[in-house]
């Protein structure tokens, strides 16, 4: 079967709201998302910046961006299913939106920032996945950053059937010259957060996660051009 066809089965069939904020687990893993987008965009003039959110799903992280000062002038999304592209333009509509697939687009600007958050561990399809990247970073413009947020293991083994985990080295063979910065264990693993919740414990999730020995190894990734 074709990999965006599978996508769109997978998708389709998933529950929708499993990724609620009413959601303990959600609801943490996003202050973690909002605390290190801060550290990461502090030295950024956010007023300046213009995004690409290339596999922008319901526009949940770039809610987050436009909550931390991103205007939605300077915003362009990319989805490829519909149901997704439908509501990440009900939700968002005044940024620029296109539907369909990233690597069929033909973009006329380049971009300060550049995100792919969750998106390349859902192509399956090695060479599709390389190839988006790749036309990420052409898309990024002199001096701009991309922020990747993915599951890696150099093997690249399937995590199930709709997901493949990454290889960091590979990721960075395209990127050189550039500056690459790891951002290392931000998340508790999901099994203890859940699990802390459950205890009615979700208060000491923060600290926790301070810890780091309990989070996942995913890192944030940020590639400066
Ligand atoms: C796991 S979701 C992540 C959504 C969003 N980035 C977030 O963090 O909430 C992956 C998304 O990437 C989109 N996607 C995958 N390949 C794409 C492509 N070639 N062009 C556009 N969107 C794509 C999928 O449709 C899906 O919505």
């Avoid at 006329?108 to 036309?135: G, P």
């Avoid at 990747?148 to 997901?163: G, V």
């Avoid at 999901?190 to 919740?197: E, P, Q, R, W």
Wanted: proline share 4%; with cysteine.
């Amino acid at each position: 079967m074709d990999d965006l066809k599978r996508m769109e089965q997978f998708y389709d069939a998933r529950k929708k709201d499993s990724w609620s904020l009413f959601h303990c687990y959600p609801f943490f893993l996003d202050s973690a998302q909002t605390e290190i987008l801060t550290t990461i965009l502090k030295e950024t003039d956010l007023e300046k910046t213009t995004l690409l959110d290339i596999g922008a799903g319901e526009g949940n992280f770039l809610l987050k961006l436009m909550i931390l000062g991103l205007s939605p002038q300077n915003i362009t999304a990319v989805e490829y299913l519909e149901p997704r592209f439908q509501s990440l333009t009900q939700k968002l509509p005044h940024i620029t939106s296109h539907h369909g697939d990233f690597l069929k687009l033909e973009l006329t600007t380049k971009y300060t920032l550049i995100t792919l958050m969750a998106v390349l561990t859902s192509i399956t399809d090695n060479t599709l996945r390389y190839q988006l990247f790749s036309k990420a970073l052409e898309t990024l413009d002199e001096g701009g950053s991309l922020i990747l947020y993915d599951y890696f293991d150099d093997r690249e083994p399937l995590l199930s059937e709709n997901y493949r985990a990454l290889s960091l080295k590979k990721v960075l063979a395209y990127t050189d010259g550039m500056q690459v910065h790891l951002l290392k264990n931000v998340y508790l693993k999901s099994a203890y957060a859940k699990g802390l919740c459950k205890l009615g414990l979700k208060n000491l999730i923060p600290f926790v996660q301070s810890l780091k020995i309990f989070n996942a190894p995913y890192p944030f990734i940020v590639i400066q051009k």
